[in-house]
């Protein structure tokens, strides 16, 4: 391949690279941890706001009652059946305020008495923040898939498919002398790129299916808009079934029937959601969502069925792996490899480390780019001072990838800390978030980028271990469920990880070159340093 062709695609690499690599880290940090989206929810749910839960046989009295006591509730109510595992309460429902918009949740059960109980309250949902965090990095505006950080994404989605690709070609012609070759010695750069390239080429077929999915996810409503006007025209893309009679609450499947229905179509599915929409119009929904081991599902952690709640047959199940077409299968295939939803918990940790790598490329991509910044300056014969961008660079690759870090924990403290059924938690948790990031990125603004990364990585490792530290001070690991205790030994293990990087960046301190942004040097400027210490080209110090 011509020389001129890599300079080229290293260039194209390089800068979609960098203008992408710092939104697909937090993404990718975050989305690491939504793989575990359920248990985060589970270790945070707090006492006062957890009603008590109920038997299966109990849940169509349940329904029966909210819905009794409750009509408003028929307009979205949404059913957590056992095998959901702990919930804030088996029932719960939202109410809009025509005026403010505002939403209001509330919660049902029934007490030890068999009485049906009712409360509004705010729940964290720590795991839905977290999955809010990897849809639109954090960049606040809009709400839900109008959310204007996901569109942002979605470019940036795009980008990242051009450097996959555009570094896959770079990489092609040194393969066989290359390829999971990791060099160690005094060339960072050659280290830097040896580590940057191993990490790419073990995932590349992850990464190619996460950049094509996130740019279809977030421009999800317009590709489905100019291909139901190119392919459909007047005809409807969806078949909907005709408006019916409205029926009366009692005549609801009961949910033992609905989930007989549906395992004779579907006999690995076990019934765990189920969400009821419009149950006093002629348009009654439900969406009925279920766990199946081992099988390619549509969301994140459920296989779905949709269908009329007062019919029990099931009239739209092409969804289910049983009843794949060619379509069907094909689309429920891309969904299930980006939400890793295909294998159960092993392919869950799979894809958790996978994230943690994807995160790694691009904070080596921008170290990369800073080390090549500083070989330039080298080869134009002057003093190695470093640029404002490299410095600019260094300095954000630190602040938003301890940032990410220290405003997620700093998220979860919150939540298990303050008392939900008095405070806005979702305001609460989100304000925790921000204040970590920003504290980050403003710290390594007023230091030096290496002193910056030491102190925050002691802030980080604080902030961590005070997770586990607060469940064991609140006494919520007795009786807890394996899953509650799972977020805190990995939260320890996270916090180990962090203070054993800390003591490697404190011993390599004395070996980082002057010439480097990680110097903790104050630099001088170049015509005083280039009269009091004129290193020639040859200095040692230059050698790389």
Aim: net charge neutral; hydrophobic share 50%; aromatic share 12%.
């Amino acid at each position: 391949m011509r020389v001129e062709l890599i300079k080229t695609y290293k260039s194209v690499h390089t800068w979609t690279g960098i203008l992408a690599g710092l939104f697909l880290y937090i993404a990718f940090v975050a989305g690491a941890l939504t793989m575990f989206k359920g248990p985060l929810n589970q270790w945070a749910l707090q006492p006062e706001t957890t009603l008590p839960s109920i038997s299966v046989d109990q849940y169509d009295s349940l329904i029966s009652e909210v819905l009794q006591a409750h009509p408003e509730a028929a307009k979205q109510m949404t059913v957590e059946l056992p095998l959901a595992g702990q919930q804030a309460a088996p029932v719960s429902w939202e109410i809009e305020d025509e005026e403010t918009r505002d939403h209001t949740l509330w919660y049902a059960s029934f007490d030890e008495k068999g009485q049906l109980i009712t409360q509004s309250f705010t729940v964290s949902a720590i795991g839905e923040f977290v999955d809010h965090l990897h849809r639109t990095a954090g960049i606040p505006g809009g709400e839900g898939h109008d959310a204007f950080g996901t569109y942002v994404l979605g470019v940036v989605a795009a980008l990242y498919f051009v450097a996959l690709i555009s570094g896959l070609i770079i990489f092609l012609p040194t393969w066989f002398k290359d390829l999971l070759v990791l060099r160690k010695g005094k060339n960072r750069k050659r280290y830097w790129l040896d580590f940057h390239n191993v990490l790419g080429i073990t995932s590349l077929p992850f990464h190619l299916v996460i950049a094509f999915t996130a740019f279809v996810f977030a421009f999800h409503d317009p590709l489905y808009g100019a291909l139901r006007v190119a392919v459909y025209g007047d005809s409807p893309m969806f078949t909907r079934p005709a408006p019916t009679e409205v029926k009366s609450f009692t005549e609801l499947v009961p949910v033992a029937e609905l989930e007989a229905a549906i395992q004779e179509g579907e006999p690995k599915f076990q019934m765990a959601e189920i969400l009821y929409l419009n149950l006093d119009t002629r348009a009654p929904r439900m969406r009925v969502g279920g766990i199946m081991h081992g099988e390619v599902v549509r969301g994140a952690e459920y296989a779905y069925v949709l269908g009329n709640p007062y019919l029990s047959e099931v009239p739209y199940s092409s969804i289910l792996p049983n009843n794949f077409n060619g379509y069907s299968g094909t689309v429920l295939s891309i969904f299930s490899l980006h939400f890793g939803s295909f294998g159960g918990n092993a392919v869950r940790w799979v894809y958790f480390i996978l994230g943690i790598m994807g995160a790694l490329i691009f904070f080596t991509g921008n170290l990369l780019w800073i080390e090549s910044r500083r070989k330039k300056r080298r080869g134009q014969g002057t003093l190695p001072v470093q640029t404002t961008s490299s410095m600019v660079m260094a300095k954000l690759t630190v602040g938003v990838g301890l940032g990410t870090i220290l405003g997620v924990a700093a998220s979860m403290l919150a939540v298990k800390w303050l008392p939900h059924a008095q405070v806005d938690i979702e305001f609460w948790q989100k304000a925790a978030y921000y204040t970590g990031f920003l504290f980050a990125l403003i710290w390594v603004f007023i230091r030096r980028p290496m002193a910056a990364a030491r102190q925050l990585l002691v802030f980080c490792a604080a902030a961590i271990f005070l997770i586990p530290i607060s469940s064991l001070i609140k006494g919520e690991l007795l009786g807890a469920a394996t899953q509650v205790w799972a977020v805190d030994v990995v939260a320890l293990l996270i916090g180990a990880s962090f203070v054993l990087l800390l003591i490697h960046l404190r011993k390599r301190r004395a070996k980082i070159e002057a010439d480097s942004v990680w110097s903790e040097l104050v630099e001088k400027p170049a015509v005083e340093s280039s009269i009091q210490n004129p290193l020639p080209d040859t200095h040692p110090q230059a050698s790389g």
